[in-house]
């Protein structure tokens, strides 16, 4: 009988290095001015780091069900992204928290002011100067959340990311042994 190796370490590991990976991908972006600014640039931004994530945790998850036999139920498949995505979560709102908190207090107002300005052009001539700065009052008032609010909403968030995604990650990577695979009964009578 082969040994079940320890779901929980080997998880844990996969949100370790996803959460890494994701820190190491926003620091290339800060130091690169990269900010995700306007329409579509926060859209691709957030698709980049979604197709990372779940490229990192099929990678994993395939290498921990092939050291468990080659298959996996799907209850072990999505309690293993499950907990490697909230680790992963886990690490980056501590990571954005002390970043915004300690080392530039200011990123988060310069992403809002940048994201004023390009409104304020995107929109000019378009809608009236009272919804233009209707719109401009509405990002303002988005800056009065703190950094602690904002580290725990983004992990809320990257908990409910972790449950849809562990669900679909686990339904397509479970796989059990075929009926006359079972090497204990003798093969197939």
Partial sequence: METKHPIFSAALKTGLVIGSVSIAVFLIQYVAGIKPVGIMRPILIGLFGFAVSVTLLVIYLKKYRGQSGGFISFKDAFLYGFIALLVSAAISSVFNFLFIQYFDPEYTRSIIEA??????????GKVPDESIQDTLDGIDESMNVSTLKQSLNSLIF????????????GAVMKRKPAIFDDKNTGGVV
């Fill in 115 to 124: 994201q004023k300005d390009f409104m304020e052009n995107y929109l000019s």
């Fill in 158 to 169: 990257g908990s409910v990311f972790a449950l849809i995604v562990s669900l679909i990650v």
